[in-house]
């Protein structure tokens, strides 16, 4: 899959130390020009919907269990690679290391439109995690409205990148 950029989250991070490696796959699901988003009441941010490769997952397998998870949406087909992202940073929770490396892979899908029931972990409700169409250029200006005050989640530059990547490269 192609490498669309490499973000660096904190300055002085120990390269040659220990790595603690997660993979992650998210939905790129565009319908009438606007995309399938997970909104956080609680942050005020906009992530694509996705989520950590579980043991023994495919990352088709994960991506279908992750949009059902968070969107209660069913895939029906997954169209395209639109490429990775990987992200370093110092660890939070895992002791011993010294990296923390993310790699994102986003895929273009398509889902039914009708959605049924999220099924969203603890943290996940406790972010107000909501599925919502959007236009792309609100998400964008509300996450960077977000990051320009510097009160984001992690993850919001990297959504925010793709975000803009997705602009262009489909002219939305």
Same mark, same amino acid.
């Given at each position: 899959?192609?490498?669309? %950029?490499?973000?660096v989250?904190k300055?002085?991070? #120990?390269?040659a130390?220990?790595t $603690?490696?997660?993979?992650? $796959? ?10 399938l ?9 906009? %992530?694509f ?10 990352? *088709? ?14 895939v029906?087909?997954? #169209?395209? *690679? ?7 940073? $110092? ?9 923390? %490396? ?9 889902? #039914?439109? #009708? ?9 996940? %409700? ?14 964008i ?7 320009d ?24």
């Amino acid at each position: 899959m192609e490498l669309l %950029k490499e973000i660096v989250r904190k300055q002085g991070i #120990n390269f040659a130390g220990k790595t $603690v490696y997660r993979e992650a $796959v998210r939905g790129v699901i565009i319908k009438d020009r606007t995309l399938l988003m997970i909104y956080s009441s609680k942050d005020g941010d906009y %992530k694509f919907p996705g989520g950590g490769v579980d043991a023994g997952e495919t990352y *088709e397998t994960a991506l279908v269990r992750e949009i059902r998870e968070e969107c209660g949406a069913t895939v029906l087909s997954i #169209n395209a *690679e639109l490429g990775k992202v990987i992200e370093f940073d $110092v660890p939070i929770i895992e002791e011993n290391y010294d990296v923390f %490396k993310m790699v994102s892979f986003y895929y273009i899908c398509e889902v #039914n439109p #009708n959605f049924g029931e999220q099924s969203l972990d603890q943290y996940e %409700k406790d972010l107000g995690f909501e599925p919502i169409w959007v236009d792309i250029s609100k998400a964008i200006s509300t996450n960077q409205m977000l990051i320009d005050s510097n009160n984001f989640p992690r993850w919001t530059p990297r959504e925010t990148f793709v975000l803009k990547y997705v602009k262009e490269k489909f002219r939305l």
